[in-house]
């Protein structure tokens, strides 16, 4: 199986603290038995070590430094890499002190130092009571049926969801234009009120839709890297076009190039922003997404870019990658194949090609016979069909001797009703008896053809890095899917009828 060419892990992004002066976290754990303790903070979708406490005296933890800590949420961790409670830094919250008490930590949880951190403590208080007072009513519904279950926890769990809703609403108001409420707008939906009814009677859900979509970023300020060192940005980052933004390429586009264009290139955001997209464009298993791969390639690492992210060597093997991949668009006309099938193998045989070791030595075979090879080979081009299947397979592929059957059932069911369907199967090694067995002995009464004169370079013409893979071509060789399974030719020979027909029409 491939593996993705780029992960995350593989930025050149260095973490660490900057600028000058200094910054001094006391906290008072009271009952805190760890020896030592860690100063965390979260950054996109990963979390890093900050500072450690080497010597915890009597609950006392003092994390001190003399570069200024970045802007964003920040946790304790325990000796055993536990998470104790978050709590915010900023340039004026350099100079901290927190107390707690292991007894009820978020109920002793206090900062006598920063208003911001305190509020931000009874905002926690008050999440947790209604957590808790949630977790009892659950308990309440023990013995009901499922149905009244259903309709007491609807009933209570919206009146206790519109007392959450309006509390934090008040909560920005009153911290409007602070870091902690752009931290916890970051959490919060932005809903429609009012939605007004559609055309029958129920609430137009796409008012709602485009409403929640314009509103889903409010308050988010994407020109400063404190907006992603918060534990919710990533994840919003991902619902957004996951599940969000409409799922097709270019429309995954359009919002990663408006988002992208509301950064900073100089800020770290913009440099993750850059390598989320690259990463999950690349591993993306939705077929025609490869399209959103390449445009940010084009886009933001050809222009330089992704020199502050990447390394050389890692920006020249994503530009490959881009290179191979983009005359492989779905609707790009596929490349052309020059193959050899099993009757013409028998004259490249007598040219020496089966026997050849070296491509100096096919190359110099190749311009030696080049005008009885023009007669000889079979053009994928030449090739007449309204539907047309190009597959890549091998006789030792253990997934190959499962699919080829499949798709020859499937073929001879198509051709019975009636669709003009060729399938060119092509052999992507070089054994010819062996393959030659395989057709006669599996009755394989397709186009059966392999780049006996090695001048195809199919596995990078087309991408092949394992077998079977699966292209389906319309009557001018545009591919139509591609990497799809035996089980989805008819789907997709369906789909193409209808686009026939209604460009007669």
């Not at 900050?50 to 800590?69: E, R, S």
């Not at 890499?81 to 949880?109: N, P």
């Not at 195809?456 to 591919?479: A, C, G, Q, R, W």
């Amino acid at each position: 199986m491939k593996k993705a060419l780029l992960t995350l892990s593989g930025l050149l992004i260095a973490v660490t603290t900057a600028f000058s002066q200094g910054y001094e976290i006391k906290i008072n754990f009271k009952n805190c038995k760890d020896t030592m303790a860690y100063l965390a903070f979260y950054q996109f979708d990963k979390s890093y070590l900050a500072d450690t406490c080497k010597k915890v005296v009597k609950g006392n933890i003092v994390f001190k430094g003399k570069k200024k800590l970045e802007k964003g949420v920040y946790y304790l961790v325990s000796q055993d890499k536990a998470r104790y409670f978050d709590f915010f830094i900023t340039d004026e919250t350099q100079k901290l002190t927190i107390s707690t008490d292991t007894a009820d930590i978020v109920k002793h949880l206090k900062s006598p130092t920063s208003k911001e951190n305190d509020d931000f403590f009874t905002y926690i208080r008050f999440i947790t009571e209604k957590n808790k007072e949630f977790n009892s009513m659950k308990a309440k519904t023990k013995g009901m049926s499922s149905k009244d279950s259903a309709a007491f926890m609807i009933e209570k769990g919206r009146a206790m969801n519109e007392s959450v809703i309006a509390y934090e609403n008040n909560f920005l108001q009153q911290h409007q234009g602070s870091y902690i409420s752009e931290v916890i707008g970051q959490k919060m939906e932005k809903e429609a009120k009012d939605i007004p009814k559609a055309s029958n009677g129920r609430p137009d859900s796409l008012y709602n839709y485009v409403y929640y979509k314009t509103h889903f970023w409010d308050g988010v300020n994407f020109q400063d890297d404190g907006t992603m060192r918060t534990p919710f940005f990533s994840d919003r980052l991902k619902k957004y076009f996951n599940n969000v933004v409409i799922q097709n390429p270019d429309s995954m586009i359009l919002e990663m190039d408006r988002m992208m264009a509301k950064t900073n290139p100089s800020t770290l955001l913009h440099k993750l922003m850059l390598a989320h997209f690259l990463y999950t464009s690349e591993s993306s298993k939705i077929m025609g997404f490869d399209k959103v791969f390449v445009h940010v390639i084009n886009k933001y690492v050809k222009s330089g870019m992704a020199k502050e992210v990447y390394d050389e060597a890692t920006i020249q093997k994503i530009l490959e990658r881009g290179r191979i991949i983009e005359p492989l668009l779905l609707g790009n006309q596929a490349p052309e194949l020059l193959m050899i099938d099993t009757i013409t193998q028998k004259v490249i045989a007598k040219m020496g090609f089966d026997t050849v070791k070296t491509s100096v030595g096919a190359t110099k075979l190749y311009y030696d016979n080049a005008q009885t090879l023009a007669q000889t080979f079979i053009s994928m081009y030449g090739v007449k069909a309204d539907y047309f299947v190009l597959v890549f397979w091998d006789v030792d592929c253990g997934h190959c001797k499962t699919e080829i059957p499949k798709l020859l059932e499937e073929y001879h069911n198509l051709k019975k009703q009636g669709y003009d369907i060729k399938v060119f199967a092509v052999y992507t090694q070089h054994d010819y008896e062996k393959w030659r067995k395989y057709i006669i002995e599996h009755k394989l009464d397709w186009m059966n053809v392999y780049d006996g004169v090695h001048v195809n370079n199919i596995k990078e013409k087309y991408d092949i890095y394992s077998t079977p893979v699966i292209y389906m071509l319309d009557k001018t060789k545009h591919i139509k899917a591609k990497r799809i399974g035996t089980e989805q030719v008819k789907d997709i020979v369906k789909q193409m009828e209808k686009e026939y027909k209604a460009v007669k029409q």
